[in-house]
């Protein structure tokens, strides 16, 4: 994997051995992460033939910090994606977004003719479908701590309790704590568009979409997932019994991706 800079952002580069196809993936992360979660699926979806890039959104992972994190924007992502897709060439790339990647890469297919795909795991919804989560003995904190960093106007990363309960609640050991360590604090901003509802013009989005849930997901519920789905007049809905909302990482991850290996080469025209 190669490690490159587009200006203030770092973006992994994976070029595959063997190209089969004619566009490449381009990944976004979710909310308080960067792109090393998505090790496993850069390098298998190389593997199967298609070229792979991944962007550390600004002020995330080894992309340049900016100078407020909290006021950054949900519009501003999406100017992150775009000036990856122009500045390397890649504008007819299919994109693959995880959580807030997935409510990201929304905004991005809007309005564009060139995205070849969208793929959707656990994502965020869009303004039209309710966000569900689930009731657990995390939410009290999670709604403290939020309340909290919003009166002293400062982002925080949240508390591997927390984390234990909503992200990480399906793996084990040292993937675990992989995982933990490289949560980060997300903008307040963007939390606020999130829970507002940030809509999307879903008659623009004219690519092939797939969306994913999670039936062990305490943070994007699969429910919601099936809801954004219908709403986003998506072409297939998977559900899976035995993921939950860090898919690419947890045990049995290769089913995944190859279930969206084979719907890509379906759905895609070459």
């Known amino acids: 994997m190669m490690h490159i800079k587009v200006d203030n952002l770092a973006v992994e580069k994976e070029l595959s051995a063997d190209r089969k196809f004619g566009y490449p993936l381009l990944f976004v992360h979710g909310a308080g992460a960067n792109t090393a979660y998505l090790k496993n699926y850069m390098a298998f979806f190389s593997g199967a033939g298609w070229d792979c890039y991944a962007l550390n959104l600004r002020g995330h992972g080894p992309s340049d910090p900016v100078a407020s994190l909290e006021t950054?924007?949900?519009?501003?992502?999406?100017?992150?994606?775009?000036?990856?897709?122009?500045?390397?060439?890649?504008?007819?790339?299919?994109?693959?977004?995880?959580?807030?990647?997935?409510?990201?890469?929304?905004?991005?297919?809007?309005?564009?003719?060139?995205?070849?795909?969208?793929?959707?795991?656990?994502?965020?919804?869009?303004?039209?479908?309710?966000?569900?989560?689930?009731?657990?003995?995390?939410?009290?904190?999670?709604?403290?701590?939020?309340?909290?960093?919003?009166?002293?106007?400062k982002s925080i990363k949240p508390s591997f309790a927390i984390a234990n309960k909503t992200v990480l609640n399906n793996l084990?050991?040292?993937?675990?704590?992989?995982?933990?360590?490289?949560?980060?604090?997300e903008s307040l901003a963007v939390g606020y568009q999130v829970n507002k509802g940030y809509p999307i013009a879903v008659d623009k989005i004219r690519c092939p979409k797939l969306v994913i849930g999670c039936k062990k997901d305490a943070l994007a519920l699969e429910s919601m997932e099936a809801k954004i789905a219908l709403f986003l007049k998506a072409d297939k809905y998977i559900a899976y019994e035995q993921f939950a909302h860090m898919i690419m990482v947890e045990k049995g991850w290769e089913k995944s991706a190859e279930d969206i290996r084979d719907w890509l080469i379906s759905a895609v025209n070459n």
Request: charged letters at 25%.
């Open 72 to 153: 950054v924007t949900l519009e501003d992502y999406v100017e992150d994606v775009n000036k990856v897709r122009a500045t390397l060439g890649i504008e007819n790339c299919a994109l693959i977004g995880h959580s807030m990647g997935g409510l990201i890469s929304q905004k991005t297919a809007e309005g564009s003719e060139k995205i070849k795909a969208l793929v959707l795991i656990a994502s965020a919804p869009p303004k039209g479908v309710k966000f569900e989560f689930k009731i657990n003995m995390a939410l009290p904190r999670i709604m403290l701590r939020g309340i909290w960093s919003a009166a002293r106007k």
């Open 172 to 185: 084990e050991g040292a993937e675990k704590m992989a995982v933990f360590n490289i949560l980060q604090a």
